[in-house]
């Protein structure tokens, strides 16, 4: 397998941030001063600090000038990250962190909150009687029940063999805003314990058909969990599989290159191109005795992205797999990642992928073999309106179902019906599908041959 750029990537960030730095240091002390528009910049960042009414924090004035600068690109993939949030990255892109062992999603409506979605057999959580539906409502003494997601994961992580003390609420409709208190309420002190990320997901469907979903490329250990379940298809027999990435938004470059792999013996996986215009191949397949070589279905859907794509067209151009779904993202570019001195990082598109036939994915997505409508998830109901009563409870009825609402001091009103989650499971790396309500993965067996 040869990845030569994706390896220069990843070995070289310590030094490219130090050239990165170094140039810009250049540029400031040579080029700022000639420059109309960078002297204005100055100018109003003197301005601010000696007139505004308050004392400005300059911190908070340069990463404001720092995160305008990069939206002026107007591109959603060139992003800076602060240091405290670049630290959870880190943390996910590892796979390994110190936490309880539970997996969160959202726990009210407008995405605030934190709800446990899965407690994984092992782990604290587990230990000491945590449930899925449970709801965050205190970490310590902080409030969290409105909480920003990420906020609370940084709440709950911590170092290895330090407690947390965590208030849940169970039952009821939750703790946050515009909903009742839950049933009960309990508090449990937890030590933080090894969690590691799994994110691959295997498990045999009737026929000894294989599956294996994978879940994210943004993790350091997908290349050994994913070589593990391939090794563990062949164990079992398994001659058709079917690879599933919908919902993967991609992540690390060299992992979808070793997955593509995984499943071919030749040719190209994948190039880049530069804004130079040059193009070289980074993936190039590399028969070995690990490889899969039976049968193969791929599965996708809109969200289906970056790294997955890389896959997905690999396969497809190798006429190695059928690929069913629905129409993918369309994230061909890539980034080069540069350490900032502050301790957190900025993300700069770099180069731009090509599939071994030449297809651009950037914006285009790639296209399925067959087109299947992803029918797991159907979006939840939702509803509003005004004019009534502050304090008026309005009773809707829709499908013969009541739903009960609230008029706030407005007299607005809104629902939003819960989002299916997807099926998981307590033990981690074993998959969960249910034939009956999944078309994409039913129509994906009837291609085995």
Known sequence: MKMNKAFLVAGALAATAAVGYAQMNGYAQQGLPSSKTAQTFLQVYDALNQLYLTKPNDDKLLQGAINGMIASLDDPFTYYSQPEDNAIDNQNLAGEFFGIGVQLTAGNADGTGGKVDT???????????????????????????????????????????TQVTITFGRGGAGAGAGSTAPASTYSVTMERQPVTIVSVEQSILPGNVGY???????????????????????????TKLVLDMRD??????????????????????????????????????????????????????????????????????????????????????GQQVVSTIDGG?????????????????????????????????????????????????????????????????????????????????????????????????????????
């Open 119 to 161: 407690v994984f057999k092992v782990g604290a959580a587990a230990q000491a009687g945590v449930q899925a539906g449970d709801t965050f409502l205190k970490v310590g003494d902080k409030d969290v029940s409105t909480s920003k997601l990420n906020d609370i994961v940084k709440l709950i992580r911590g170092e290895k063999g």
């Open 212 to 238: 294996i979903a994978l879940n994210t490329f943004y993790n350091q250990q997908v290349n050994q969990q994913f070589q593990k379940a391939v090794a563990d298809m062949k164990r079992k027999g398994v």
């Open 248 to 333: 993967n938004g991609g992540g690390l470059l060299n992992s979808g290159i070793f997955v593509a792999d995984q499943f071919l013996q030749s040719g190209k996986i994948v190039s880049v191109r530069d804004r130079s215009g040059k193009t070289d191949v980074i993936g190039q397949a590399k028969k070995d005795a690990s490889d899969y070589t039976g049968q193969l279905v791929v599965l996708v859907n809109k969200n289906s992205a970056s790294a997955s794509e890389i896959v997905a067209g690999a396969l497809q151009d190798a006429k190695r797999a059928q690929v069913v779904g629905e129409q993918t993202f369309g994230k061909g570019v």
């Open 345 to 449: 990082r900025v993300a700069v598109v770099n180069f731009t992928w090509i599939t071994p036939d030449g297809h651009e994915i950037q914006k285009k997505g790639i296209t399925p073999d067959v087109v299947v409508a992803d029918n797991r998830r159907p979006t939840p109901l939702n509803l509003s309106g005004s004019g009534a009563p502050a304090g008026t409870k309005l009773t809707v009825t829709v499908g013969g179902k009541p739903i009960e609402v609230t008029a706030d001091k407005d007299g607005k009103f809104t629902y939003t019906g819960a989002v299916a989650r997807p099926l998981t499971s307590a033990t981690q790396g074993e998959a969960v599908v249910d034939l009956k309500t999944d078309a994409e993965l039913s129509k994906a067996i009837t291609l085995f041959k």
